[in-house]
């Protein structure tokens, strides 16, 4: 089966069983997301949640936040990982976004990691989420169910997953593509132990096929 045959398939089951997609970051505003992206670097989405709404009360722009120091950010966010970094990143976001970008979050994937704390993942999904605009979030959830299912063939670089999707992925459909990997990453396809026998790709996912054969030789 070809990658553009199988993503087709992928796509067809995900709009008719998962028409919504979305982070699950909870946000009102391009800051606000910021913010919470900056903090979910190797930590979870419930975790960020759970920290993020003191943030936004006491820190409502990137104005304020800059007046602020790390000192005072890390006691509002010491149950993340890393936050001594995490907390510096944050300070040092407000202030550029104050002395570089009159307080408002830019809408260019460049810009957006010139910002501390910002990679090229996170500023996708800034991109896409906010801005509407093409992007693909290669996390590992990503990465990990493009090469099993068979969209690409042993790449695990983030960028290199992304180039080879945007070869097979039309603009407009990457950012929901890579929110319903995630969901599915997170309650099927687990990277230790993939329940490929309930998966709802597994008729066209290249992994759950061989799996599928192995069984069959063996018995």
């Given at each position: 089966m070809r990658k553009e045959e199988r993503y087709k398939g992928v796509l067809n089951w995900f709009n008719e069983h998962v028409p919504v997609a979305e982070t699950e970051l909870h946000y009102d505003n391009p800051y606000q997301l910021l913010i919470a992206v900056i903090l979910s670097a190797q930590c979870t989405d419930k975790r960020v949640n759970m920290i993020t709404p003191a943030l936004f009360r006491d820190f409502p722009t990137p104005e304020v936040m800059a007046a602020s120091t790390s000192e005072v950010i890390f006691e509002y966010i010491r149950s993340v990982s890393y936050p001594n970094n995490k907390s510096k990143h944050l300070v040092g976001m407000a202030k550029m976004l104050m002395s570089d970008f009159d307080g408002v979050v830019p809408s260019d994937i460049d810009e957006l990691q010139k910002l501390p704390g910002v990679g090229r993942k996170s500023a996708n999904l800034i991109m896409g989420d906010v801005f509407g605009k093409p992007a693909i979030v290669t996390d590992t959830h990503c990465i990990r169910l493009c090469n099993r299912i068979g969209l690409v063939d042993g790449i695990k670089e983030p960028q290199k997953v992304e180039m080879a999707l945007w070869k097979i992925i039309p603009p407009e459909e990457g950012s929901d593509l890579c929110h319903r990997f995630v969901m599915h990453g997170r309650a099927v396809c687990n990277a230790r132990?993939?329940?490929?026998?309930?998966?709802?790709?597994?008729?066209?996912?290249?992994?759950?096929?061989?799996?599928?054969?192995?069984?069959?030789?063996?018995?």
């Open positions: 132990k993939p329940e490929c026998e309930h998966c709802c790709l597994k008729a066209i996912c290249r992994y759950a096929q061989e799996q599928s054969d192995t069984q069959t030789a063996g018995s």
